[in-house]
């Protein structure tokens, strides 16, 4: 039986296998939009959340490529990663080791090797609202958590990115992270000149 990963306070070693920046989160749940601006890039953006950061009016911001306004500035009433938590869709690569949205992930034995995608990385970067173009290699129903679809897509031959359905709780298992994507969700600490490269 698969045991499940409780997000802990305790110090693990992160390794560099999995890159933070290569998720995704899809149907996620925003708080109402404090500020909603035209940004000729996502760099501009990013550039607007810090200023507006300086009197709390931003913690996390989208750049929507598919609207006019497509810079939409929130103020978060829980942390990142918690806000990670609850979005209905997640996705990213199959790796041989546990990943956590926070600053800090636990080895155990379900977990031997970790990785801690919190502030000081890129796991404040996050594709949205994305189709997969990938090829489906396989698929499971039922499935209770992403930890779970996670290795299950790993011992599917070919396997090399998953994506899990919190309502459904449908896990697919692609042969690569391939997708099309207009929305970028990024927290407002994130360099996102070093994560959108």
């Given at each position: 039986?698969?045991?499940?990963?409780?997000?802990?306070?305790?110090?693990?070693?992160?390794?560099?296998?999995?890159?933070?920046?290569?998720?995704?989160?899809?149907?996620c749940t925003f708080p109402g939009v404090?500020?909603?601006?035209?940004?000729?890039?996502?760099?501009?953006?990013?550039?607007?959340?810090?200023?507006?950061?300086?009197?709390?009016?931003?913690?996390?911001?989208?750049?929507?490529?598919?609207?006019?306004?497509?810079?939409?500035?929130?103020?978060?009433?829980?942390?990142?990663?918690?806000?990670?938590?609850?979005?209905?869709?997640?996705?990213?690569?199959?790796?041989?080791?546990?990943?956590?949205?926070?600053?800090?992930?636990?080895?155990?034995?379900?977990?031997?090797?970790?990785?801690?995608?919190?502030?000081?990385?890129?796991?404040?970067?996050?594709?949205?609202?994305?189709?997969?173009?990938?090829?489906?290699?396989?698929?499971?129903?039922?499935?209770?958590?992403?930890?779970?679809?996670k290795r299950l897509c790993a011992i599917?031959?070919?396997?090399?990115?998953?994506?899990?359905?919190?309502?459904?709780?449908?896990?697919?298992?692609?042969?690569?992270?391939?997708?099309?994507?207009?929305?970028?969700?990024?927290?407002?600490?994130?360099?996102?000149?070093?994560?959108?490269?």
């Amino acid at each position: 039986m698969f045991g499940s990963l409780l997000i802990a306070a305790s110090f693990g070693i992160a390794s560099a296998q999995f890159d933070c920046k290569n998720t995704v989160m899809n149907d996620c749940t925003f708080p109402g939009v404090d500020t909603n601006v035209h940004a000729d890039d996502i760099a501009v953006c990013a550039e607007l959340c810090d200023i507006a950061a300086l009197e709390g009016k931003c913690d996390l911001y989208t750049f929507d490529s598919n609207v006019d306004l497509n810079c939409a500035f929130y103020v978060l009433d829980e942390t990142v990663p918690e806000f990670q938590a609850k979005c209905g869709t997640i996705a990213f690569p199959v790796v041989n080791e546990c990943v956590f949205y926070d600053e800090t992930c636990e080895i155990t034995d379900d977990c031997p090797a970790c990785t801690a995608c919190g502030t000081g990385t890129c796991g404040g970067y996050m594709d949205s609202q994305c189709e997969m173009t990938g090829e489906i290699i396989d698929y499971f129903s039922l499935i209770p958590s992403y930890d779970v679809c996670k290795r299950l897509c790993a011992i599917a031959p070919g396997s090399n990115f998953m994506t899990w359905n919190r309502e459904t709780e449908k896990c697919d298992c692609y042969d690569s992270g391939e997708r099309e994507c207009s929305m970028k969700i990024v927290a407002q600490v994130t360099d996102v000149a070093e994560c959108s490269s």
